[in-house]
């Protein structure tokens, strides 16, 4: 396994996945700081809103459609000339996707932790920290749907799909339906670790929403979505594939 996902990144290697893990971070800052400009407490809060909520969904379905774009024009040639079952690429391809997205968020981290620190705010540096790894783990479920979604319909549908999982998310996130739309938990579960809100307020002291008894079963849910999707996809892909 170790060896496909070394060959996932050479494949990466001068493309614009690669430069992607960078360029939709320094977007989110420069985004943040436009929007925040001569306001305190508020830069590291509007980069971390303003990338769970958007920029890291549609990062992933941008680079969900170049990887398998990029299959699809050789006809899957390297994957049909290699030994291992076309069932084990995927996942290694879903694995280095899923640190695709870790990198990106150690990114976001850095560089709200910096600016926050230069430009004040409330954000917890201990709680962002460990939203990386939270982010992460929440986010992996749409590696595998995305993958399909780029597959079987092709960008333009993608985004919109990925568009109607934020909208719906950032709406539902701040309910007590939240674990009913995977895409809310994230944005649900984040709130007692970086004290803000799904629509980008900061989170006052007594708010429900810093509840931290929705953590755990919001990651439950969300790991078990990523299996669930997993399965599925990979099943599609292996029968697809024979066809």
């Known amino acids: ?27 989110t800052f420069t985004l943040a700081f436009v929007l925040t400009l001569g306001m305190t407490n508020s830069y590291a809060e509007s980069v971390w809103n303003w990338w769970y909520t958007l920029l890291l969904p549609g990062m992933l379905a941008v680079i969900c459609h170049l990887s398998m774009s990029q299959e699809k024009k050789t006809n899957y040639y390297n994957l049909m000339t290699l030994s291992a079952s076309k069932r084990k690429l995927m996942i ?21 932790s910096i600016g926050g620190f230069l430009l004040t705010t409330r954000v917890p540096l201990g709680g962002a920290a460990i939203a990386v790894l939270l982010l992460t783990a929440t986010q992996l479920w749409e590696i595998p749907v995305f993958l399909f979604l780029s597959e079987r319909f092709g960008m333009i549908a993608e985004l919109l799909i990925c568009l109607f999982f934020t909208v719906g998310g950032t709406i539902i996130a701040s309910t007590g339906k939240w674990y009913l739309l995977v895409s809310a938990i994230p944005m649900r579960i984040l709130c007692p670790f970086l004290h803000i809100l799904p629509n980008g307020l900061p989170a006052e002291s007594g708010n429900p929403l ?5 953590v755990i079963p919001g990651i439950c849910l969300s ?7 997993t399965i599925l996809f990979l099943s599609w892909f292996e029968k697809r594939e024979v066809k």
């Open 92 to 112: 290694g391809k879903i694995i280095y996707m899923g640190c695709m997205v870790l990198t990106s968020n150690i990114i976001v981290f850095t560089g709200a």
């Open 210 to 214: 810093l509840d931290m008894g929705v």
């Open 1 to 27: 396994m170790i060896n496909i996902v070394k060959a996932e990144y050479q494949k990466t290697k001068s493309s614009m996945r690669r430069r992607f893990i960078w360029a939709f971070p320094m977007i």
């Open 223 to 229: 790991i078990i979505w990523f299996v669930f999707a």
